[in-house]
């Protein structure tokens, strides 16, 4: 492993559970978004816990008090780590991604094919800059690859989704 990527030989997520109390009420096009959301970080991982033996793990996400909690557990749920997060330096990003979501999907409804390809691309670029920082705030504790990286920020974003 290098610059806290996780290589090929690395463990895997084979489940990921949100907090029924960190994401409160919200709608069903909300609900399928974060199930698709766990759907696509499932389906292709790399996830390893430095100090513990390479293995498929469960994740249990949660915001707690302002932080944001990775619960890390082994196949059969049983306890392995448990990282808190502050929220305060993934607050801003998550912020700004919301605001040019909502302009991208005001733009499908109005804007030419290369306004909505523009905003598009901003949409895409707060989102890496989310997922280098979350990889960033999980160094040492959680190892990613950097698309693993961009899942788990999409899942923290769903964890603020109100719908």
Known sequence: MSDG???EEAGKLVAVDLDPASIGRSTADVEH????AIYDL????????????TGEYRLHLAVRDNRLVF???DRADGPLV?????????RK???D???ICDSYYAAIRTATPSQIETIDMGRRAVHDEGSRLLMERLAGKILVDFETARRLFTLVCALHWKG
């Open 82 to 90: 448990l990282h808190l997060l502050s929220l305060t330096p993934l």
């Open 33 to 36: 978004e974060r199930r698709i």
């Open 42 to 53: 499932i389906e292709d991982n790399r996830f390893v816990l430095p100090g513990h033996p």
């Open 71 to 73: 619960d890390v557990r």
């Open 93 to 95: 990003i998550v912020r």
């Open 97 to 99: 991604y919301f605001l």
């Open 5 to 7: 990527e996780a290589t």
